[in-house]
């Protein structure tokens, strides 16, 4: 049998039916917006450059384009694709020609190439590339065609190319985007992925310029430069490179050289007589709005500490107990949001905004109340609240915030039940 | 009342006693080993430069110091502070006279400084320092004593002093620490952060030398540079600092500033019929010795997917549901470790080690092997297993390690025990 990854195979559809689909499947597990992917990754065919070669260009395989950060889209809910033609003229024909190590001998410093990052291959396409007869599926790749540098016209050209006569465009701001389930999964790991290499073009254990490698999912920090650097080169023909200053991350393997995620705590709070759920609001926010309290994790904390140390710090309030809930991949710019519940201490509910000046309020609202937001108060910031909101009464996040759902979890059948109710083996 | 982390007061004890005092106090949270900190990190103090300069000289001050990322050490189980008296020469009488502002405008990244990292406040010394009348403790810093350029001669002249006559040592290699439990979330705390720090002396997003801020907890990316920088200075005065380029870290917030922490996903995968339990090894490992599958996660995954693909990748297996079990911080050099158990779908149980070439081997073990190599198998990598063990059964990771306490969650009274079983509210 060929490995085939457990990804349920859903039609493509909002984050409801992802939600529903998995605990079907995979018993009560939380399926939060943006996780659901239908890639597998395959993450140890990326230095395969004769995979990532026949991956590129396959009739299956689909480019999503980014712009500054903005991905092509149809529509507000569905992500539009390139063909490998389209992008030939900006990558082209064979950037994976060369296995990795001639890449990185081969490092010129003042070469641009745009940002392509392989995604992984989604093997519900029965089409797709089959490779060694073992991974298949459809490929897919995110592409970064920002005008830039020297390839400003090349990338115009693709771009209108994409856009022009087909209403495509690129979404600007991620308020104006609300993707179908699964292609929000492809479109956060794209994003999270270009974000990360457009962050570190520099070694930050050497200061030197950086390569990406991996099919977009490594910067290396290669020995030697074929550049003529101004001011600076001692060479002139790439058969006798520059060597670059010695660096760390060249030996061994170095936590700088992959791409990172921030841990971040997200936690419903319940007063010790678990009637009430503490809530807090930023001072931007529309009126009425609240939502859970959250914050990074920080080095050498558990979550249960971290959920405590940020619940006291911003709202002085004191957590016993801590339940993880679920997790969510948030994009902007490269979160692990690991959604809690935890319980205050009978002594420690006393609200105090002093020690941590992040919030503009915080504040202990029933269950009841909790309950009739999530019925008729919810929506994203910049929406308006849904039909039945009564102005005054409390606001909260949508169904795709973590925070929305750590709150479902906690009001309708007690919080544990999207923790504890599961069938046990 | 002062606010006060309801951090559970504990005497220095070893895992088990935090385990169990944990679990008495905050329900049945897992408290896996390097978390359970006793020290409030106050975090919102770290840019109060009045605080900082209180902290850093009162009677009850402690630094941990690091010799390349050695701690001081008493004993192996023990960790040796010096005081404020002993590392002065070192760092000066009062390195946070200025306020951050000024720091960062008078920066001259020809000067080099000592690293220190205010750690926290340990709020069961009662003698501790009172601040604002709300926060109170035994201050805590980290500073690295490593003799590097021009500090060589203060710097040996503090390790001199602190281990002559005192019998106390660097420690050399984390094989040979066993600290207390407490003492044990101290020195993770400040190894995360002093590799964090000597990892990130330039910024990635422009290539410029950084500066350590916020009490060691951020790298600021300077507007300008006093140095006479060896072929290049333009300006001879401080009064008029060298602009340095521009950078994007500077306009808001990027997390490029501050420290990194790696999730990774660890976890016990139970055969479909929960009778068996998978478990892998890498080359290196003394004979016999097994432990559960773990890897980064990555970008744009929950902590579920993450556990479904490594285990994919490096087995074959399939997994379908996955129950979070408990977490922990693990400084070498900066993971937080997301311990999970997962279920293997009943026809994903075929190992298949071509994926990812990363496991020796890997094995399905009954529960009663499990549960017996818990029993006499289990020893740090380079000790002997305990007595009571038989040449050629299964050994297992000592229980500071969390696959261990999976594995325990696992074979004890149905692996949901330590998730599910919770008093409800």
Known sequence: MAPRLPVPDLPVANHDDVD??????????????????PLNRVSFLRTDHTFLSAAL????????????????????????????????PLIGSDPYQQDEKEIVKAYNSSAFTPQLIFLGLDDRNKE????????????????????????????????????????????????NLSLHAQEAAIYAEARHMLDWNSRNPFCAQCGQPTLSTNAGWKRSCPPTDSANLPGGATSTTPETPRERASCATRQGISNLSFPRTDPTVIMAVVSADGERILLGRGGKWPKYWYSTLAGFLEPAESVEEAVRREVWEESGIHVGRV????????????????????????????????????????????????????????????????????????RLPPSTAIAHQLLKGVVHGGFLAGVVDRPSI
Chains 1, 2 share one sequence.
């Open 20 to 37: 529903s689909m998995l605990s079907r499947k995979f018993g009560k597990e939380v399926a939060n917006y943006f996780s659901g992917s």
């Open 323 to 394: 339940v993880i809930h679920s997790t969510q991949p948030w994009p902007y710019p490269a979160n692990l949001m690991i959604g809690a519940v935890g319980q205050a201490i009978p002594d420690g509910e006393n609200i105090h905004l002093g020690n941590d000046a992040e919030l503009e309020d915080a504040k202990w609202f029933t269950l009841e109340e909790v309950r009739e937001a999530l019925r008729v108060g919810t929506s994203g910031l910049g929406e308006d609240a849904g039909p039945g909101y009564k102005e005054g009464d409390l």
């Open 128 to 175: 797709g590339l089959v490779y060694k007869d073992a991974y298949r599926g459809a490929p897919f790749f995110a592409l970064d065609v920002t005008p830039q540098k020297h390839i400003v016209a090349e990338a115009e050209k693709v771009i209108e190319k994409v856009t022009k006569d087909t209403g495509f465009t690129f979404a600007e701001g991620r308020m």
């Open 57 to 88: 260009n396959h009739s299956t395989t689909s480019f999503l384009l980014f712009n500054k950060l903005n991905p092509l889209t149809k529509d507000p809910t569905q992500l539009a694709f390139a063909t490998f033609s389209d992008v030939k």
